[in-house]
């Protein structure tokens, strides 16, 4: 197991582990557009937290804030119980950040700029090399920062979050440039923080990574946390239907339709769709009629609640931002 997956972890007497970040009453305006609206929350330590919503939602500017990056207009924020905000250089050594816009000694081979990382929160030599392998760049460990695709990058600054051992992680869509197998090495880098006792904060648009992952997840809409709870409570609690997937041609609308507990029939991606909450009885149904061979079921998902909750939403591309704020600068070397 490598150094980054095995930091050891806090230890608890009995009952419910303390906060590691407490968030009460927290709104953050820009001009006159309310981007974080009173938002109350509690991440226990050793919880695997996902903060989900539409672009403009108010995550990033939400995460930002609790990272002591910006400050609320009204409201407190509490990282084990010190406030990130005026900056607390006591707290930075037991926080770790990703950012979507992260900043790079762009000249420094990947294994330098994480070196210089490392020297600037005093860890051990041997993180570096241990870090590179846990995120998949030990092959690029040489290679210039500038010249790292955009995946390496976003792999690279995982990487510097995790490179000194925090007990508390903030990352800010990490997945978001990483095709689906450095995506999955990712979770289990993940899994194996959230093992070792560490505390993760997480936005990401991925509702399979936020169900796979998340212990508690929040949903913000316009600025408002719309739901705090388990994902498979949240998916339990919304009563969403069955959908049950037949190859086009085994059987015509009207017949499906007439189906005792079929609630909606439709045409999706080569396939007749049945939505129903007896899936049971339907199945019975669709075998009299047609077999089922080749007949797919699809539970309710983490999806069905997020799109239930953001339906008749619009993406915003300044992502939570101002027009105007300006991305965080690359930082290169004179």
């Not at 762009?106 to 993180?127: D, F, I, K």
């Not at 169900?211 to 913000?220: G, H, Q, S, Y």
């Amino acid at each position: 197991m490598s150094e980054v997956q095995a930091m050891s972890s806090p230890h608890h007497a009995g009952g419910p582990p303390p906060a590691a970040v407490r968030v009460e009453e927290v709104s953050k305006r820009y001009g006159d557009r309310l981007a974080v609206d009173a938002v109350s929350l509690e991440i226990r330590q050793g919880e695997f937290f996902g903060l989900l919503g539409p672009n403009g939602a108010g995550k990033s500017t939400l995460v930002e804030i609790m990272e002591g990056l910006r400050r609320a207009d009204t409201g407190s924020v509490a990282l084990f119980g010190r406030s990130p905000w005026p900056r607390d250089t006591g707290l930075l050594p037991r926080i770790g950040v990703q950012t979507q816009s992260s900043a790079f000694f762009v000249r420094q081979t990947a294994h330098e700029h994480l070196r210089t990382v490392a020297a600037l929160y005093g860890a051990r030599p041997g993180s570096v090399d241990t870090t590179l392998e846990a995120v998949g760049l030990t092959a690029q460990r040489n290679v210039r920062v500038e010249n790292l695709s955009g995946g390496q990058r976003q792999r690279l600054a995982i990487a510097s979050a995790l490179v000194h051992g925090p007990e508390l992680i903030f990352l800010d869509e990490p997945t978001a440039a990483l095709d689906p197998q450095a995506r999955r090495a990712l979770w289990e880098v993940l899994r194996g923080l959230k093992a070792a006792g560490r505390t993760i904060v997480y936005t990401t648009h991925h509702l399979d990574e936020a169900e796979a992952l998340c212990d508690r997840i929040a949903i913000l809409v316009d600025g408002r946390v719309a739901v705090t709870d388990s994902p498979h409570n949240l998916v339990a609690a919304a009563h969403a239907p069955s959908r049950l997937l037949l190859p086009l041609g085994r059987l015509d609308r009207r017949r499906a339709a007439g189906i005792d507990g079929v609630e909606r029939v439709s045409e999706q991606g080569g396939s007749l769709v049945l939505e129903t909450h007896a899936p049971g009885q339907v199945l019975s149904a669709v075998d009299r009629l047609a077999g089922l061979d080749g007949v797919q079921t699809r539970t309710p998902s983490l999806e069905d609640v997020y799109l239930d909750l953001t339906s008749g939403l619009t993406a915003d591309p300044a992502a939570g931002k101002p027009a105007g704020t300006p991305a965080a600068e690359t930082i290169t070397e004179p």
